[in-house]
């Protein structure tokens, strides 16, 4: 074996660490984005259908794939059908972006708030704000308020439950990286570990096959899984909200993005003049008859 | 060989009266000089490259947020005990059905390889096991056997997720294993078979006492593969409902929305097979040393 000339391999190693130092140097820097990142909503920074989007002229709306019922109709979001769906559109024409300016786009939930260069303009996927999320995303000003609900199989001693204190020694079972689970954990403490399901179907199924007693879903949803998917399953009831504070979900955007507070401002118009009422009242089962779980 | 030894007076000889001679004390100095200097040569370029990778990572233009999301303390203390907890559940499925697994997988392979005609139908049946078991993706036949079955409503059949979800761990792993064996038996030279039956054995002592033996020993490492993988896999059966160690962080994750948890989980996960790679490592050199009785060659 001939070992390489010394100097030469001196000279290999000093260049690789030269190379190496300048791809430390020459990291590529994030494009600063030409807007009107000023925060407030004058007029300027949130000129109609000019926004500092992702591809200009066009608003990317994302949502997890499958989207349920009763928030998007027949799995299609960009349909307009469905209370989140209908949303979306709305705010887009508050923003002045018609509905062929509208792109949509499938990520899912764990997606949509990682860090680094994001691929859309905001989420809409049933999101709760909460005060440790905003650590990570930007959320909108809520756009619904919302309840969670106990459902079980008619007939199961989990159906006859009228209180809080009846959950606690069923099994009981929700999604993953839902409010659901913590209204289980916090609000239940059970005395039994509860089913976590990565999506609602398996949770359903596991409902409708007595691997749990109850499973806790958000009250839109529990009404459209009583009404048409497990018909022999009723809502139990539902919870009051925690804290005292109405649960809300929010459109997720990237944080620091130029484009929240143009989108907050969209929704509060929306709230004020009626049109999230309006949606709600076209899309949501009236939520008034399910008993609250004291 | 080194010369170990004091070397305070002249006198100082071997009972052989050997002393080493100053070249050979030379020679021994300059290597042991020289393999000083690449030590340090190795130490000194491995930290260089930990540097310049460090400061590639440090330096990156969305490292702060990165380190944020990813490395963030309170959130990995928090998740430690939950993933723990969850951890259990990945430790004893491994336990109960690794060794499900290594029997099942072994009778499957020895089935396979049964001579005579009268043994068509197993052979056959073997076959079909593995060919199907192996080519079916985990996460489906967790589908039916944890999500289906409970739904045929079977009286005295369980619809516990976890031995469910063991259930199908052990079908599909016993497949890979069961190849793994049958590998090994048929590396078995021929003619280690035609000694034993020559001495005397019948086909079933010459499999047992002879062919077997060969074959796990050499089997050990694609067999721990296997059983990492077996270990990384048990998570799935979250699939159910249970909480194991992947689970527990993706709770947390959904919470906070900071995937630290997912962190802690890998390198708990990671923890756990380091141990298990060096203790089969050190049962392969125990066998070996038992067989090479004469020394190695």
């Known amino acids: ?294 | 060989m080194t010369v170990a030894k004091e070397r305070s007076g002249e006198d100082s000889t071997d009972d052989d009266g050997y002393v080493p001679s100053q070249r050979r004390i030379d020679r021994e100095a300059y290597k042991r000089a020289r393999s000083r200097r690449a030590t340090a040569l190795a130490a000194v370029s491995t930290l260089v490259t930990g540097a310049v990778l460090y400061l590639i990572v440090v330096n990156a233009p969305g490292w702060p947020r990165t380190k944020e999301t990813f490395f963030n303390g309170e959130y990995a203390r928090e998740a430690l005990p939950k993933v723990l907890e969850g951890l259990w559940l990945n430790v004893r499925l491994l336990l109960i059905c690794g060794a499900a697994v290594l029997v099942l997988g072994m009778l499957i392979a020895i089935a396979r390889t049964l001579r005579g005609p009268v043994f068509f139908p197993l052979r056959v049946l073997a076959a079909a096991y593995t060919d199907f078991f192996r080519g079916l993706p985990l996460i489906i036949n967790l589908m039916i056997v944890v999500l289906g079955v409970p739904a045929l409503r079977l009286q005295g059949v369980t619809v516990d997720p976890v031995l469910l979800g063991g259930t199908a761990l052990t079908l599909t792993y016993s497949a890979y294993v069961a190849e793994v064996f049958r590998a090994g038996i048929e590396s078995v030279h021929p003619s280690q078979r035609a000694a034993a039956r020559s001495l005397g054995l019948t086909n079933r002592q010459a499999l047992r006492f002879v062919v077997l033996p060969q074959a796990v020993r050499r089997q050990v490492p694609p067999l721990l593969n296997d059983l990492v993988s077996l270990q990384k896999d048990t998570g799935l059966v979250s699939i159910g409902g249970a909480v194991d160690a992947v689970r527990a962080a993706d709770i947390i994750v959904g919470r906070s929305l900071n995937y630290t948890p997912y962190i802690v989980a890998g390198l708990v996960f990671v923890a756990l097979t380091i141990p298990m790679t060096r203790f089969t490592d050190w049962v392969t050199a125990r066998m070996d040393r038992r067989r090479a009785q004469g020394g190695a060659l």
């Open chain 1, 1 to 294: 074996m001939h070992p390489a000339p010394r100097a030469l391999r001196r000279a290999v190693a000093a260049t690789t660490i030269a190379l190496l130092a300048t791809a430390v140097g020459c990291a590529p820097q994030p494009e600063e984005k030409a807007s009107d990142t000023s925060s407030g909503s004058a007029a300027g920074a949130c000129a109609k259908g000019k926004l500092a989007t992702r591809t200009s002229g066009k608003l990317t709306i994302a949502t997890d794939e499958p989207a349920y019922e009763p928030w998007f109709k027949d799995d299609k979001p960009a349909n307009g059908k469905g209370f989140e769906s209908a949303v979306a559109y709305a705010v887009a024409r508050q923003l002045g972006y018609d509905k062929s300016a509208v792109v949509w786009q499938s990520v899912p939930f764990n997606k949509a708030f990682a860090p680094g260069e994001k691929t859309f303009d905001f989420d809409i996927n049933q999101v709760s704000i909460s005060a440790e999320r905003k650590k990570a995303v930007d959320f909108s000003s809520g756009y619904y308020d919302v309840r969670q609900a106990v459902i079980a199989l008619k007939g199961t001693r989990a159906a006859k439950a009228t209180s809080v204190a009846d959950l606690k020694g069923l099994k009981l079972g929700a999604q993953v990286g839902t409010t659901s689970l913590d209204y289980i954990d916090d609000v239940v403490k059970p005395t039994r570990d509860a089913a976590v399901y990565a999506k609602n179907d398996q949770a359903k199924s596991a409902l409708k096959n007595g691997q749990v007693d109850a499973v806790v879903v958000d009250l839109p949803t529990a009404f459209y899984i009583t009404a048409a998917e497990v018909t022999d399953a009723r809502i139990v009831g539902q919870f009051e909200n925690q804290g005292g504070t109405p649960e809300q979900f929010g459109l997720v955007l990237d944080k620091g993005s130029a484009l929240t507070s143009c989108v907050t401002d969209a929704v509060d118009t929306l709230r004020e003049n009626g049109t999230l009422a309006k949606l709600e009242q076209q899309w949501l089962s009236d939520a008034v008859d399910a008993p609250v779980l004291k």
